[in-house]
């Protein structure tokens, strides 16, 4: 059963403390991706991978790390100098960058207070 | 459920009516375009796209149409279910390479 697992579905941490949120697919995709969710507004890009052991930064990747050692894994460090932490994040997986469909786990919800 | 979408614009339709759902991309360049669906609680799944040398694609009680001259995309579902409530929104792809721009999305509410 092919697919994009993200874990846990809600996470809760105190301020000052980083978390690591987790994905991994086995759909054999190249590209990889992190998003954040807020009400309101369009998913909005963290960090994306189109290769093991290679990322880039997206449009708001300040306060949060990645690393992409292996293809299925793509895991997420919210750290404490992100200021607003808090909102539902997505991972998602496609063949590749460009005209391809991204696929997309079940979300994480984080809560930091 | 998750809290997305608190603010978005919603279509309210009866069961077994037409909806139509609308969305207006942002870059002239864009070539590909995706219409997600996000329930309650989950992430997006695919329901349809094209590219910018279509102007219509049918899909099963889906169909989407695109407007290069207006910017314009629109998701039609054909005789609206219960279990087409959620939160669609558009995905554009300024040029192969680059990354999505989603749109904010529109509720969708079914009433009985």
């Known amino acids: 059963d092919g697919g994009i697992t993200q874990s846990p579905k809600y996470l809760f941490r105190k301020e000052g403390q980083n978390v690591t949120l987790s994905c991994e697919q086995n759909l054999n995709h190249d590209a990889m991706y992190w998003y954040r969710q807020d009400p309101g507004q369009g998913l909005r890009l963290i960090y994306y991978s189109q290769i093991v052991n290679d990322f880039q930064k997206g449009d708001i990747a300040e306060g949060y790390s990645v690393s992409r050692e292996k293809k299925e894994s793509f895991p997420l460090t919210v750290t404490s100098a992100q200021k607003n932490p808090t909102a539902f994040y997505l991972c998602a997986s496609s063949v590749g960058q460009g005209y391809y469909e991204q696929y997309f786990g079940p979300g994480t919800r984080l809560t930091v207070t | 459920g998750e809290s997305v979408g608190l603010h978005l614009p919603t279509l309210s339709v009866q069961e077994g009516d037409n909806s139509i759902i609308n969305c207006a991309y942002s870059n002239s360049a864009s070539d590909y375009f995706i219409w997600y669906k996000q329930e309650s609680g989950k992430g997006p799944q695919f329901i349809i796209d094209?590219?910018?040398?279509?102007d219509k694609r049918q899909g099963q009680r889906v169909t989407v149409l695109l407007n290069k001259t207006v910017k314009h995309l629109s998701l039609q579902i054909a005789a609206t279910q219960p279990g087409d409530s959620a939160v669609y929104f558009c995905?554009?792809?300024?040029?192969?390479?680059?990354?999505?721009?989603f749109g904010p999305g529109t509720r969708l509410s079914v009433l009985p």
């Open positions: 094209i590219r910018s040398n279509m």
């Open positions: 995905a554009e792809n300024p040029s192969y390479g680059q990354n999505f721009v």
